[in-house]
């Protein structure tokens, strides 16, 4: 399916945003102690405000009702959904307080690391007050500073435990100089600027919220209400390009998937020196460097980052894993499919970016060539299937260490690779008829509306679509650790890969760091000689060939070497210093650079057109 072209350009380009409805005042401080209602029906209602932004301070006040119970358990989640790891987000709450509607205070208890007990006296509500430290500016921290406040649901709001399905509202008091609050919330029905509500917890945690002097760009696709809001660009970015690209990027979804999931979507994007995206049900949040927007090829970037979250929108925040919803906020939860959820998500960001006709074939190829390289590069990939890297998110991809490279493999780049094998297997099953965006679309038909799919349902899927039993194929490559079938998979697409060189440079198998004059070993590839022949990570390296070390020498004598001759290296470990002598080996091929096979012939020329959405 190709273009949406169905709705014009609604280029707007406003100096501040509004909020839904506009911000005709704002408050400047937080009330002190104000009186509050007793009777406010079921909803949490929150209170932020930012008298201290300077020291990067949150100050909330949440009215709760109590719904007769003695005790309100209060709770703040210890991860974001989407980011799987545990971040222990209470370490920067402080100061909590109850009190009643008089202003009497009510005894609270702290029960665990992110628990909270209040003794209710009876009450129908409670007002709970705390203050939130906010100097992390990442896609699931909070930031707070004069100019600027990226909000996070998770790391902000304790909510009751049992009390999810509840409304919570947001009540946002600006500083005198913030214009704008940006957030995919819905207006609270009181129509009082910067004020929110949610239908539930899942919904508050899932809707990030912007506060400061943005540039908001209004657009639709398919009449469909988006918002491309952008802070921190210092002028750098051409905003109609800005707004044309991402339209772009919308209407090729749009066009994939055969319509919006949402009926409005925000791109809250925060353009100054950080990197990273997070998906969200109506909005994602995009961390970038805000010189992406005035280089050509950096550009490129941005939108891929812009087309991996809106991707989400459909899989993962819709289309989910078993297991990923309804969500524990206070444990890890696990699934063996984010190699489905980020890796194929990761394979179609460029993918559909070069059908849109916003990158290159060669861009494309580049970029695929890239994440192919780092899923067949690393030794890790023997140790750990993709499927076991998925479940082991917690403790493996967000807490790399020196060892990771040997011991798993990035569910992201090697999701991208078995995407693209799984392509072209379908492709060739089906000559040409059918392909991965084939699963997706029965994926979606089957599971966006239900309690999630299984490892097995995508199987079931891939198979159906091709028409032929894929479960070998996935037992090799999703569940065990097989090499991917590569060149059958190129080959259908008429690509190839470089010659091998006919003389291959002698290799040692490690990584190094330089700094204060010490060159020291940060990583040994595993099976490499470092690894076998007795050199370890954390060796000064003081020595090579009886030359002082330093990672110009030890590159330059590297060059002088053939795979099979000797190299003596003096260390120092542990404060005692040793020589080792290695056998140099030949260096493992790691050149997976996919390039057009200008030699094939026609079908696999019209195979990689019609993948590749080429005219
Ligand atoms: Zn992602």
């Known amino acids: 399916m190709k273009l949406l072209r169905r709705t014009p350009l ?12 506009p911000p005709t005042t704002v408050a400047v401080e937080a009330p002190a102690a104000a009186p509050f209602s007793a009777s406010g029906g079921d909803a949490l209602r929150y209170t932020l405000s930012f008298p201290e932004a300077g020291a990067h ?3 909330v006040s949440a009215e709760l009702p109590t719904g007769g119970e003695a005790q ?15 971040r222990e987000y209470s370490r920067h709450v402080e100061g909590v307080q109850a009190t009643g509607p008089d202003g009497a205070p009510l005894t609270v208890t702290k029960t665990s690391k992110n628990r909270w007990v209040v003794n209710t006296q009876g009450l129908d509500a409670v007002q709970v007050r705390y203050r939130v430290y906010a100097r992390e500016l990442g896609v699931q921290t909070n930031f707070v500073d004069p100019e600027i406040a990226v909000l996070n649901g998770a790391p902000t709001f304790l909510s009751v435990v049992g009390r999810g399905d509840s409304p919570h509202t947001v009540k946002l008091n600006l500083p005198a100089a913030w214009a704008s609050c940006e957030t995919g919330l819905d207006a609270h029905a009181d129509g009082q600027p910067c004020h929110f509500a949610a239908a539930s917890y899942d919904e508050l945690v899932d809707s990030p919220i912007l506060l400061g002097n943005p540039t908001v760009l209004p657009f639709e696709v398919m009449g469909v209400p988006h918002r491309l809001v952008i802070a921190g660009d210092q002028g750098l970015w051409d905003m109609d390009r800005a707004v044309k690209d991402v339209q772009r990027v919308v209407e090729e979804q749009a066009g994939f998937w055969g319509g919006l999931p949402y009926d409005h979507y925000l791109f809250l994007t925060v353009a100054d020196e950080g990197s990273g995206g997070l998906e969200h049900l109506d909005s994602t949040l995009l961390l970038t460097s805000r010189w992406r927007g005035a280089d050509d090829e950096e550009w490129k970037d941005f939108l891929g980052l812009v087309s991996h979250e809106l991707f989400h929108a459909w899989n993962v925040k819709r289309l989910r894993p078993v297991g990923l919803g309804p969500f524990d906020y206070e444990q890890e939860v696990y699934t063996e499919s984010l190699w489905v ?7 179609y960001d460029d993918l559909l970016l070069v059908r849109a006709g916003l990158i290159t074939e060669s861009d494309y190829l580049t970029r695929l060539s890239r994440a192919i390289n780092a899923s067949m590069t690393p030794p890790g990939r023997k140790v750990r299937s993709v499927a076991l890297s998925s479940f082991d998110a ?6 790399a260490d020196e060892h990771s ?3 798993a493999v990035n569910y992201y780049s090697k999701g991208t690779a078995v995407g693209f094998v799984l392509d072209m297997e379908i492709r060739r099953a089906t000559g040409g008829a059918r392909s991965l965006d084939d699963m997706m679309r029965l994926l979606w038909a089957r599971h966006h509306a239900g309690a999630g799919y299984t490892p097995a349902d995508v199987r079931a899927a891939a198979s159906e679509v091709a028409g032929e039993d894929l479960g070998p194929l996935f037992d090799q490559i999703v569940d065990g650790t097989a090499e991917l079938p590569l060149e059958r998979a190129l080959d259908w697409a008429g690509l190839k890969l470089p010659e091998p060189e006919e003389e291959v440079d002698a290799w040692l198998g490690v990584n190094t760091n330089e700094s204060g004059g010490r060159l020291t070993i940060s990583t040994i ?9 007795g050199l370890s990570v954390g060796d000064e390296l003081l020595a090579i060939d009886g030359l002082r070390a330093s990672a110009d020498v030890l590159n330059r004598v590297m060059k002088t070497k053939e795979p099979g001759e000797a190299l003596t290296v003096v260390l120092a470990r542990r404060g005692v210093v040793k020589t080792v002598e290695l056998t140099l080996a030949p260096r493992p091929f790691d050149a997976w650079t996919l390039s057009v096979d200008r030699g094939a012939v026609g079908p696999a020329v019209n195979h990689r057109e019609a993948w590749l959405g080429l005219p």
């Open 10 to 21: 609604g280029l707007a380009l406003l100096t501040f945003a509004a909020c839904d409805p």
């Open 57 to 59: 301070m949150i100050d």
């Open 72 to 86: 309100l358990t209060l709770f703040m989640a210890v991860w974001t959904p989407g980011s799987y790891l545990v």
């Open 341 to 347: 959820a980020e890796g194929l998500t990761a394979y």
């Open 394 to 399: 917690w403790i493996r991809h967000y807490r």
């Open 405 to 407: 490279t040997n011991s």
């Open 525 to 533: 590839v595993r099976d490499g000689p470092a690894w076998t022949q």
